[in-house]
């Protein structure tokens, strides 16, 4: 007489998926990069930041500001972007926030209709604040051991 058994693999694999709590975005943003060059990422993201600030504020203070990008838009920008670049600095999960400031500082001085230009302005708002959530994520998630 034998007794068979029967398993049902999809079952269990369905319980790791549902287990995990992190979606496949997070996962891949939370990579770390070797030290030296997630430092030097991060410090070139913060001088270039640094710098497209102060040129808005010189181009702001000579009463040429149409010229350059608003010095708002440019000092909330470069703040959120800096300081994800400098948390995040081990893993290259701030380039969605990057990626948001920079399409948030092309719709500032992009003429559109006000409701549209207000909207973009929105859309591209929750695209920063949604790189800095995933940013901070992707950080807690890279430091925890893969097994």
Do not use: C
């Amino acid at each position: 007489m034998s007794t068979h058994v029967i398993s049902q693999p999809n079952e269990h694999q369905q319980d790791v998926v549902g287990s995990d709590e992190h979606g496949t975005l997070v996962r891949s943003l939370s990579t770390t990069l070797p030290p030296a060059l997630g430092n030097l990422l991060a410090t070139i993201v913060v001088l270039a930041s640094l710098v497209i600030g102060i040129w808005s504020l010189v181009a702001t203070w000579s009463g040429n500001a149409e010229d350059f990008l608003p010095f708002f838009q440019v000092s909330v920008a470069a703040t959120v972007v800096s300081l994800n670049a400098l948390y995040a600095r081990r893993t290259f999960s701030y380039v969605i926030t990057l990626i948001g400031a920079i399409l948030w500082l092309w719709v500032s001085v992009t003429p559109f209709a006000p409701f549209f230009q207000v909207l973009l302005q929105a859309i591209t708002v929750v695209i920063m604040l949604a790189g800095v959530v995933f940013s901070t994520a992707a950080v807690r998630l890279s430091k925890q051991p893969r097994f």
